[in-house]
């Protein structure tokens, strides 16, 4: 990349695709393609095989009971939208919504949406310096009131891991569902929806290494049940008549017209794919890269890593005094160290911490030792241009 050996350090924005992705995507479309459902012909058979094998993938990766607690969505973002709505349509005025300071605008807008919609009120999780969640805080604003919970499994800019299975305790005890978007933590931690307990999760295909415009969304029967649909179209319906209409039980209740099938088979095969690595040891090694990062970096007086929360996730955000984070990450990228800079889709986040930018290194099992040490050295001959 301009001349250097690439480091892509932007994973957390979208992951790189392995060979198994690729061949899957590649087989599906020239072995065996037709739309799915609706066909009898060996085609469509074919195709709808593979579409529901793919949608088991998710249900084992997730450690589902069933695959009809899968539904397949756009993206993560189309997710949390599906909730979001069916939620608002049985809310009264007042009613609250708790989300944490460090969402992504994806678990963010949503509900402010049913702020503006029905009357909502959002209450706000604070995050403590280091980056993790003020749980005091978190208890005090549950109440009886309280509806959804909606928080991040890993936050996207301070790689804190947050207690989900504890915030679920407690949201449960308060008769409130909980929402976890595991946009991230699907990718790096252990989603394990069972033993998190959650209402809801959701995850998105291109951080897991498979296609962008395809994500899933986990519900237990019960929240799943709770939804209205969301689209009408082909495929979510039992009946339709002229003055009537009837609609299938989840998840087909909410996948309206033609599904990513394509998508669905290609994150499929990322699943598989990524399956073949022992979780700890992915963990280990990412663990293992931010502390050479740190190593690398410490006592850099002109450096903040904004985010360090204890076993955090392989993202180092920071900030170099004097420069901004977008020509950080521009004179990195001549280096051939591609970074993020900004507010990345967590504009709260950066209030709280007083930011306007800031730029993101994010790791994933792909990267190495030497990309670590390649972050660090490029980021030291960056910040010589603002001396
Ligand atoms: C990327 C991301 C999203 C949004 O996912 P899309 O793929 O853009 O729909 C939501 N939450 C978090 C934490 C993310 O990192």
Same mark, same amino acid.
């Given at each position: 990349?301009?001349?250097?050996?690439?480091?892509?350090?932007?994973?957390?924005?979208?992951?790189?695709?392995?060979?198994?992705?690729?061949?899957?995507?590649?087989?599906?479309?020239?072995?065996?393609?037709?739309?799915?459902?609706?066909?009898?012909?060996?085609?469509?058979?074919?195709?709808?095989?593979?579409?529901?094998?793919?949608?088991?993938?998710?249900?084992?990766?997730?450690?589902?009971?069933?695959?009809?607690?899968?539904?397949?969505?756009?993206?993560?973002?189309?997710?949390?939208?599906?909730?979001?709505?069916?939620?608002?349509?049985?809310?009264?005025?007042?009613?609250?919504?708790?989300?944490?300071?460090?969402?992504?605008?994806?678990?963010?807008?949503?509900?402010?949406?049913?702020?503006?919609?029905?009357?909502?009120?959002?209450?706000?999780?604070?995050?403590?310096?280091?980056?993790?969640?003020?749980?005091?805080?978190?208890?005090?604003?549950?109440?009886?009131?309280?509806?959804?919970?909606?928080?991040?499994?890993?936050?996207?800019?301070?790689?804190?891991?947050?207690?989900?299975?504890?915030?679920?305790?407690?949201?449960?005890?308060?008769?409130?569902?909980?929402?976890?978007?595991?946009?991230?933590?699907?990718?790096?931690?252990?989603?394990?929806?069972?033993?998190?307990?959650?209402?809801?999760?959701?995850?998105?295909?291109?951080?897991?290494?498979?296609?962008?415009?395809?994500?899933?969304?986990?519900?237990?029967?019960?929240?799943?049940?709770?939804?209205?649909?969301?689209?009408?179209?082909?495929?979510?319906?039992?009946?339709?008549?002229?003055? =009537?209409?009837?609609?299938?039980?989840?998840?087909?209740?909410? $996948?309206? #017209? *033609?599904? !990513?099938?394509?998508? %669905? +088979?290609?994150?499929?095969?990322?699943?598989?794919?990524?399956?073949?690595?022992?979780?700890?040891?992915?963990?280990?090694?990412?663990?293992?890269?931010?502390?050479?990062? =740190?190593?690398?970096?410490?006592?850099?007086?002109?450096?903040? $890593?904004? #985010? *360090?929360? !204890?076993?955090?996730? %392989? +993202?180092?955000?920071?900030?170099?005094?004097?420069?901004?984070?977008?020509?950080?990450?521009?004179?990195?990228?001549?280096?051939?160290?591609?970074?993020?800079?900004?507010?990345?889709?967590?504009?709260?986040?950066?209030?709280?911490?007083?930011?306007?930018?800031?730029?993101?290194?994010?790791? %994933?099992?792909?990267?190495?030792?030497?990309?670590?040490?390649?972050?660090?050295?490029?980021?030291?001959?960056?910040?010589?241009?603002?001396?």
């Amino acid at each position: 990349m301009n001349g250097k050996p690439l480091v892509y350090l932007d994973s957390a924005a979208s992951a790189q695709k392995p060979r198994a992705v690729i061949d899957a995507l590649t087989a599906a479309m020239e072995g065996s393609y037709a739309n799915v459902h609706r066909g009898l012909h060996t085609l469509a058979n074919e195709t709808t095989e593979a579409f529901e094998a793919a949608r088991e993938t998710v249900a084992r990766y997730l450690n589902a009971t069933s695959a009809d607690q899968i539904v397949w969505t756009r993206g993560g973002t189309e997710a949390i939208n599906l909730v979001a709505a069916g939620v608002g349509q049985s809310l009264q005025p007042g009613d609250e919504i708790l989300v944490s300071q460090m969402e992504h605008h994806s678990n963010i807008v949503p509900w402010h949406m049913l702020r503006e919609r029905h009357g909502a009120v959002l209450k706000w999780i604070p995050v403590k310096d280091d980056g993790t969640l003020d749980m005091e805080a978190y208890a005090e604003l549950l109440g009886p009131k309280t509806r959804v919970v909606a928080v991040t499994h890993m936050s996207n800019v301070l790689g804190t891991l947050n207690p989900v299975a504890d915030i679920v305790r407690l949201a449960h005890a308060a008769g409130a569902r909980v929402l976890v978007d595991g946009c991230q933590g699907a990718v790096h931690a252990d989603p394990d929806v069972q033993a998190m307990g959650c209402d809801w999760y959701v995850l998105t295909g291109h951080k897991l290494f498979g296609p962008t415009a395809i994500g899933a969304l986990y519900g237990t029967a019960e929240a799943l049940e709770s939804l209205p649909p969301y689209q009408g179209g082909g495929e979510m319906i039992q009946s339709v008549s002229e003055d =009537r209409v009837t609609y299938a039980k989840p998840p087909q209740r909410f $996948e309206a #017209g *033609t599904p !990513p099938i394509l998508e %669905a +088979i290609g994150l499929g095969a990322a699943l598989t794919w990524y399956s073949t690595y022992d979780r700890a040891a992915v963990q280990a090694h990412e663990a293992a890269l931010l502390e050479r990062v =740190r190593e690398r970096l410490s006592g850099l007086n002109w450096l903040t $890593e904004i #985010g *360090t929360a !204890p076993g955090k996730g %392989a +993202i180092f955000t920071f900030t170099v005094d004097g420069a901004h984070a977008h020509d950080i990450a521009q004179i990195m990228d001549r280096y051939g160290v591609a970074v993020r800079a900004g507010l990345h889709c967590a504009e709260p986040l950066a209030t709280r911490f007083g930011l306007t930018s800031s730029t993101r290194a994010s790791f %994933a099992l792909y990267n190495t030792v030497e990309d670590a040490d390649a972050f660090a050295a490029a980021l030291i001959k960056a910040r010589e241009f603002f001396v």
